[in-house]
């Protein structure tokens, strides 16, 4: 299931670092490392650098990045003559993120606590990462929460953000994204007669609707025969919630003369 059908991610991504670097960073786009630098953000060659650089070996290894086998005789020679006071402040390790998933980082340790640093590319993703961890909470919160986990992030690139957040403006140009209804199908056999239904948990990545409500969770109801699908976003998973929330899908979905109530056919819950 993806996200961007309730928020269109390519979009956000692309208004968000044209305002901060100047750039999309589309395939084939040249960042300018004035604007990198001016942000006080790593260029994604230093970053790449500084991985290798930790995964030094004697006889030489596959750059964790690239791929590419190098040699321990060209990471020297790519290492500056401060690395090795440096070397020890850095790490590239395993991190839980904020949604529970994991992804290797590489970390600075900053007053003893391991921050993430990030180059560019990663600049946006750090942001909504923490943003929705606050559930979009203005600047202040969102700032808060980069600080205790990125080593390099500015609290300007975190106003800018949250001014191009659809959910915390409703600026022109800034609408939230719609989604399209897929078409339904004619085909007649059990058609609509049984469906699935599923909850997807986004409580991590909570919608917040036109009445301030979390929308923590995303109902999938799909019919079995067509696999014609819809979804909506609920606050809440018990019983007395979902039953509330498939007679509404199913009054909208089933025909009229062949409608049979949720109360009817008691529909089974399994969560
Ligand atoms: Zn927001």
Redesign the pocket.
Known sequence: MNMSVMYDDDALRRRFNRAAFGTTFEPGDIPSPDAIHRRGIWTKDKYDKYVLRLQYGKTGYTDPITGVLVTAKEVMATADSKWNEERHCYKYEDVQMLDGTHAKHLLYNLRDVWKIVVHYEMVYDAIKEC?TAVH?KKSDATKKKVKDRYFNISEDLCKIF?KK?P??TKDEGNQVATYSVPAVSTRSTGFRDSCTACVVDYSAYPIIDGHGEFMNYLLVLRDDETEYTVLCPICSKDERSLLYELSLLFAILVPYARRNTVEKHRVKIMI
Request: proline letters at 0%.
């Open positions: 943003h979009h949250v957040c959910w915390c």
